[in-house]
């Protein structure tokens, strides 16, 4: 089976098949898609951010660092842990005006003093960026096994 048929197949399996992943992956990817959706070069206090998710996360984590987890749980629990960042909360808050509607294209952005990142898109980016990145390896391991056997 090549990998497109693979990543076309997930959606059956996406919420159910356990994988294992790291606090330093959560770190990675906050760091990530905190850059990727920042107004600007990145998010205030990213380090600090970094630190604070680690901390929500330790608890969770076995004494090397990481936990077993699906999609959906890993994407309530990052949510959860957002929701428990000052820092990170910070950065769904305009630096200027209140928060009110705004247009915003593809062609016009808002100026990024009054923009904000998505929260929610944040912890489903960070939990779809990880959760495919395990399938996907998953995936080339099954594939290598059977390979091998036959």
């Not at 990543?7 to 996406?14: G, V």
């Not at 699906?70 to 428990?84: A, G, K, P, Q, W």
């Not at 998505?118 to 959760?131: C, G, Q």
Request: proline content about 5%; aromatic content about 10%; glycine content about 4%.
């Amino acid at each position: 089976m090549n990998d497109v048929n693979q990543m076309q197949r997930m959606p059956e399996i996406w919420d159910e098949r356990k994988f294992w992943t790291s606090v330093k992956e959560i770190k990675g990817m906050l760091a990530y898609w905190g850059i990727q959706q920042s107004p600007y070069g990145m998010p205030e206090n990213l380090d600090v951010a970094c630190r604070e998710i680690s901390e929500c996360f330790e608890t969770k984590a076995d004494a090397i660092g990481f936990f077993e987890t699906n999609c959906r749980e890993l994407r309530d629990m990052i949510r959860t842990s957002i929701d428990r960042c000052p820092t990170i909360l910070s950065w769904n808050i305009p630096k200027k005006g209140d928060h009110h509607i705004a247009f915003s294209s593809r062609y016009f952005r808002p100026h990024p003093d009054y923009d904000f990142i998505d929260l929610d898109a944040l912890a489903r980016n960070m939990s779809h960026s990880i959760t495919v990145a395990k399938k996907y390896n998953q995936a080339q391991d099954d594939q290598a096994q059977n390979d091998s056997l036959g």
